[in-house]
């Protein structure tokens, strides 16, 4: 199937609109990234025609919408290779889902979590939970200068009290990708389980999880080109039925009695409450359209388009790039000699153009680039030759100002 960007950028109606005058060059997908047509419309079409609460009417609008859900978590599980439906979790979002993981493991003072220092906060700070209040102990991978996780110092870290190894299958800065099947062969070793933060790699990547042996992982639905307010926790069924509740409530429970409480099996005992259900279904979209394109070709795109702004900014004077793994992702960070990053992005929106910038979540990695922030450019599907183009005549543009 040929990859046609033009066609692709049809589904997207926000690509049409112009930011200061100019047309919209959208350049923050890693961030989140924009929805296509099929998205907008699902979610819409459950509303104006098939809305109920799930699980528990009887009615018909109840019992379709239950399907719809449910349907979202096949969907769900079969794009991810999950051996089991019931492995598939439903969160409000990837922190929800490593908090989820982190509050329900067993945890004793002196217990050892492993992260690397590449971590987005939301793979840091719910450990640092643990630490502050249960003694765990925080145990930091390096990276070498490419952002390559270093796998011989993680095998360092990792000793009898290690409870947790956590880390990011891609960097949310550098774009390096996690040699994951190793990581999880180094921890498996030690019988030490493995929780991945999937959320940037499970946009630019197949991922199958049964294949990785990976015990959790976990990914955000709004940069996989679907709605906020969903995301996905993947547990081992084993892993998952030895967690506990992260939180009570409806739907959770099997039975409540006023001095005793059982709870349901997973997944409902980690869906308390009301569940993301147009989300979810925004969700189950997403995956279809994005499963039915060329994922390769797409990679291929993504690819030569990361190439091409590499070497754009490469050529110019004064701006130092982060982060040079050979298989990395379409991510971009950047920083423009005397220039603080925040100026760099404001400039470049006057020409419409939208990058990040700041720390992006990742402050012990920033320490570890020596660096306080930096600017990010970060490439989708819909992104052409022309918007990386407009960028770094933008950028050249803001180099000038701020000399």
């Not at 492993?114 to 719910?126: D, G």
Request: aromatic share 6%; hydrophobic share 45%; net charge negative.
């Amino acid at each position: 199937m040929a990859f046609d960007v033009d066609a692709i950028r049809r589904e997207f109606m926000i690509l049409k609109r112009e930011v200061n005058g100019k047309p919209l060059v959208y350049l923050d997908s890693a961030a989140s990234a924009q929805k296509p047509n099929a998205v907008l419309e699902a979610m819409a079409g459950a509303m104006l025609g098939s809305y109920a609460n799930v699980h528990r009417g009887l009615h018909t609008l109840a019992n379709e919408t239950t399907e719809a859900f449910e349907g979202a978590r096949a969907a769900v599980a079969s794009f991810i290779g999950a051996p089991f439906v019931e492995c598939v979790v439903f969160t409000k979002g990837a922190t929800q889902a490593i908090n989820l993981v982190a509050a329900g493991i067993d945890i004793s003072p002196g217990d050892e979590i492993v992260l690397s220092v590449a971590e987005h906060h939301s793979n840091i700070v719910p450990w640092h939970f643990l630490r502050e209040r249960k003694g765990a102990i925080l145990k930091w991978v390096d990276i070498d200068d490419d952002g390559r996780l270093d796998l011989v110092d993680l095998e360092r870290q990792i000793t009898p009290r290690t409870k947790m190894v956590a880390l990011t299958h891609m960097s949310n800065v550098l774009g390096a990708r996690l040699r994951a099947a190793d990581a999880i062969r180094i921890a498996h070793a030690q019988r030490v389980p493995v929780l991945l933060d999937g959320c940037q790699a499970v946009v630019h990547e197949p991922v199958d999880v049964a294949a990785l042996d990976v015990d959790y992982y976990v990914f955000g639905g709004h940069k996989l080109y679907g709605p906020t307010g969903i995301g996905v926790l993947y547990g081992k069924p084993d892993r998952l039925d030895r967690l506990k509740p992260f939180e009570g409530g409806g739907e959770m429970i099997e039975t409540v009695t006023l001095n005793h409480v059982t709870y349901n099996d997973p997944p409902h005992r980690f869906e308390a409450g009301t569940p993301p259900i147009l989300e979810a279904i925004g969700l189950h979209a997403a995956i279809s359209w994005l499963s039915a394109q060329d994922r390769e070709a797409i990679a291929a795109h993504e690819h030569a388009l990361k190439d091409r702004l590499t070497a754009a900014l490469r050529a110019e004077n004064g701006v130092r790039l982060y982060g040079d793994a050979p298989d990395k992702g379409a991510i971009v960070a950047f920083n423009v000699e005397g220039a603080h990053p925040h100026d760099v992005a404001q400039i470049v929106d006057r020409e419409g153009v939208a990058i990040r910038a700041g720390h992006h979540c990742a402050q012990p990695l920033m320490t570890r680039l020596g660096v306080n922030a930096t600017a990010r450019a970060s490439i989708a599907l819909y992104t052409t030759e022309h918007d990386i183009d407009v960028f770094v005549a933008a950028l050249a543009k803001a180099r000038r100002m701020l000399a």
